[in-house]
């Protein structure tokens, strides 16, 4: 073929093929971290312990290579089977996304791995007319065709092609590199030995968000609760319901000013909430111009399962607070069926109320773990003192006292338990504020003195009462110096399903310093080992929806109905400020396998509306653990300082995988309320979301006929589905003839300069069953207004189906 075009589609492919952009981690081309199959892999064996490939894509890629082998006699086969195979297998890598160069936005996907120069050499010199077959089975233009057939004969032009110009992660190399395989598959952890955990954005423009729960009822929604005094819910999708589950704003005492301690602090709901349908809550209250503790008792409304009935408060329990800080503020039912109340030591400094203080006086409330009974306690006191409860039987002092010699614990956690042993069920952890020195992680037992006042942390504080031989004390599994952080914020023992690698791992945090910290347990000694954890730099945290930073002011930890883990943080500790964000934990170095942690929520039926979440931040390149610098404030002070306004981060956008035709299934993308994001173009009226699915979609007053938007599951704006409006409804577009003109015109329409590739085969979603195809045989000369210009099939006529809805990625 002469010319001047084989040497222009060489260049094309090139660009394809080729781009090397910073430090390779591990990814697979879902843009999702790496994984153990859970069953042995078969044909890729390779990759059994570690990689992209669970044993259905094993299968799928096994039968490639047998397609393509049925093209070669024994000796063809005997000589290039194996290179064959280890191309292919590459999909399986943990460095898949590398390889195929998927890492990056502004690089299309290879469409073979990246080979290092050397093999690809010897690939060429025995089996260089293998090229062909391999492209052909990806579904290439048959242009291509003619192009392989002319670098086949040039090594140089061949090894252009194929090679990935880093010779360290090419293939093979990146398999035999010891050291960037040393630590494959566990946390990554920086020279320093951080652990570099990435996040989640799951909710945000709270107020002073203090506590998180579940109901433990297969609906995966949970409540939050405000300062302010409000308690919202989140379904499992993320929405909020607008109407709050509680509002007792008017009842608890609080103030704007930055690191008030009092206020709405804790909401526990009953262990068999779907029968017994109680929650119980933890505020402050001033009575005659005294300032309380109260504990109240709320039944659910009879027809709203989302919403108590303000009326049948009940108060529980209350306590006089002295002081206005220390306020604890801790509510959870242990594994027994009991409710915890976790008061604080009645404030002011050093817990100077009485000779010992209040926490070593165990006729007083405060400074004390209580424990009560609440069942069956509609006909009779607001509750009961446990059987077995440590001081029952002791002159002068409460019944209700479980523990003493706290200070000011914020936030306890009960451990689930491991999932295959069941080790550590039911052990109680919490974080212990201290007064000058240190702060405390405690597990707590019945009957124990946590030492509080004699002891701060390991050390003596009152050190006449330090001395006291009697005082027997609890000593803190950890205990850490205020150059860490001045305000420890108690957290969870991880649990969940989704990330294996954190199993075990203790995690908390610091209010102050907005330190993130983790404790493993050695279980030959007993002892808890630390680290710290740190956000991932660089690549570690460039996957869909996660990123590197946070709010400093970390004020709680919670845990969702599958064991998740999640922390609540702020910009401005303010009970007023909307600046509270609720953030997942994510491991980036390994999931579960596909499939493993699937949950389906129960329904929930709802009254009022839904309020979907957009989140607010995006990844940030080379940024540092946390963002905004802190105000000198913590539970103990109440001295602020101007909060500087957040660094403005820089945003980078991923696209999803392109999927192609002959390798990978693509399950249908119903594209509910919740899950996409849509742009809309009109003449006269500003942009408005997409909404509903089906006759929903003819929601469209307002809009011009031909408009168009891009509905994406992964909420990015610059890609997705092409959908047009035509009729007073929304529909899709078939791939057939589609060009990169076409996806040019769409793009255009949404304000974009150009399409930087189009997307075949439902690549970027597919649409459910209720959509109709609306445009088939589409063909424009890229300088339309609208595709409805373009020459195109009649409006609702097509031979297509919905696995060939077309997408773009605009530029």
């Avoid at 290039?80 to 996907?109: F, V, W």
């Avoid at 402050?284 to 504990?295: A, M």
């Avoid at 934990?585 to 390994?590: A, E, F, W």
Wanted: charged fraction near 25%; glycine fraction near 10%.
């Amino acid at each position: 073929m002469e010319g001047p075009l084989p040497h222009l589609l060489l260049l094309v492919l090139i660009f394809l093929l080729h781009a090397w952009r910073g430090c390779c981690h591990p990814q697979c081309l879902d843009y999702k971290p790496p994984f153990e199959p859970r069953q042995p892999l078969v044909f890729c064996k390779e990759y059994s312990k570690f990689g992209c490939c669970d044993l259905e894509k094993d299968g799928e890629i096994s039968v490639r290579f047998y397609k393509i082998m049925e093209n070669f006699d024994h000796s063809g086969y005997v000589t290039c089977g194996k290179y064959m195979r280890s191309i292919l297998c590459q999909e399986c890598s943990p460095y898949a996304a590398h390889l195929y160069d998927a890492e990056d936005a502004n690089t299309p996907m290879r469409m073979l791995p990246g080979l290092c120069g050397d093999y690809c050499s010897e690939y060429w010199h025995q089996c260089r007319y293998t090229l062909s077959l391999l492209l052909e089975d990806l579904g290439s233009p048959q242009q291509f065709a003619n192009l392989t057939a002319t670098i086949e004969e040039d090594r140089r032009r061949f090894c252009d092609f194929l090679v990935l110009k880093d010779n360290q992660y090419c293939y093979p190399n990146v398999v035999t590199n010891a050291e960037l395989n040393a630590n494959l598959g566990f946390v990554r952890e920086d020279p320093k030995g951080c652990l570099e955990l990435c996040l989640q954005e799951v909710a945000n423009g709270l107020r002073n968000p203090v506590a998180m729960i579940h109901a433990d009822d297969g609906t995966h929604r949970f409540f939050v609760a405000e300062q302010l005094g409000y308690v919202w819910v989140y379904l499992a999708n993320g929405s909020r319901i607008d109407r709050p589950f509680l509002n007792l704003t008017r009842a608890v005492l609080t103030s704007p000013w930055a690191g008030d301690e009092r206020g709405f602090l804790c909401i526990a709901l009953h262990p068999r909430f779907t029968t017994v349908r109680k929650a119980y809550v933890y505020y402050s209250v001033s009575v005659k111009k005294e300032e309380r503790i109260r504990i109240s008792e709320f039944t659910l409304l009879i027809h709203d399962d989302n919403q108590l009935d303000h009326s049948s408060e009940r108060t529980i329990l209350e306590v006089v607070e002295p002081a206005s800080n220390h306020n604890g503020g801790q509510l959870l039912f242990g594994h027994d069926g009991y409710l915890y109340i976790f008061i604080g030591d009645g404030g002011r400094a050093g817990d100077p109320f009485g000779k010992f203080g209040n926490s070593q006086n165990k006729s007083a409330l405060l400074g004390k773990v209580l424990r009560v009974d609440v069942e069956d306690n509609d006909n009779g006191a607001p509750y009961s003192i446990p059987s077995d409860n440590p001081f029952l039987w002791e002159k002068d002092a409460r019944p209700e006292v479980y523990a003493y010699g706290v200070r000011n614990m914020w936030r306890c956690s009960i451990d689930r338990g491991d999932p295959a042993t069941g080790r550590g069920r039911g052990r109680m952890f919490c974080g212990d504020v201290g007064q000058n020195k240190y702060e405390e992680v405690d597990l707590i037992v019945k009957g124990g003195n946590y030492g509080w006042r004699a002891k701060e942390g390991f050390s003596c504080y009152d050190r006449k009462l330090c001395q006291n031989s009697s005082l027997d004390d609890i000593l803190p599994i950890f205990a850490y110096p205020h150059k860490l952080g001045k305000s420890v914020t108690g957290g969870y023992i991880y649990r969940g399903c989704q990330m294996p690698n954190l199993n075990g791992l203790y995690i908390f945090g610091d209010f102050m310093s907005g330190r993130l910290m983790s404790l493993k347990e050695n279980v030959t000694t007993g002892e808890w080992q630390y680290n710290e954890i740190c956000m991932g730099t660089d690549q570690t945290c460039r996957f869909p929806k996660l990123i590197n930073s946070y709010y400093k002011y970390i004020i709680s930890f919670a845990e969702d109905e599958a064991g998740e883990l999640y922390f609540l943080a702020t910009g401005v500790p303010s009970a007023t400020a909307r600046a509270g964000v609720i953030y997942k934990i994510v491991d980036p170095s390994r999931r579960a396998p596909p499939g493993k942690c699937n949950i389906k929520p129960s329904p929930v039926k709802i009254k009022g509306k839904l309020i979907h979440f957009h989140p607010k931040e995006e990844f940030v390149i080379n940024k540092k653990p946390t963002t905004t610098p802190v105000p000198t404030t913590t539970r103990k002070t109440t001295t602020t300082t101007r909060t500087p306004s957040r660094r403005k981060p820089i945003i980078i956008i991923k696209p999803p995988m392109p999927t192609r035709k002959t390798i990978r299934k693509t399950p249908p993308t119903t594209t509910t309320p919740t899950a996409r994001k849509t742009l809309q173009t009109t003449r006269k009226t500003k942009r408005p979301r997409g909404r509903g699915r089906g006759r929903g979609y003819k929601r469209g007053r307002g809009l011009r006929v031909g408009s168009v938007r891009l509905v994406s599951a992964d909420g990015l704006s610059d890609r997705g589905r092409v959908e047009i409006f035509i009729r007073g409804e929304w529909g899709t577009v078939c791939d057939d003839l589609f060009s990169n003109k076409a996806g040019t015109v769409v793009c255009r329409q949404l304000g974009f300069t150009t399409a930087l590739a189009v997307m075949k085969r439902a690549a970027l979603g597919e649409a459910d069953r209720s959509v109709r195809i609306l445009l088939d045989d589409v063909e424009c000369e890229g300088g339309e207004r609208s595709l409805l210009e373009c020459k195109r099939s009649r409006v609702g006529k097509h031979n297509c189906s919905h696995g060939e809805d077309v997408g773009v990625i605009c530029g």
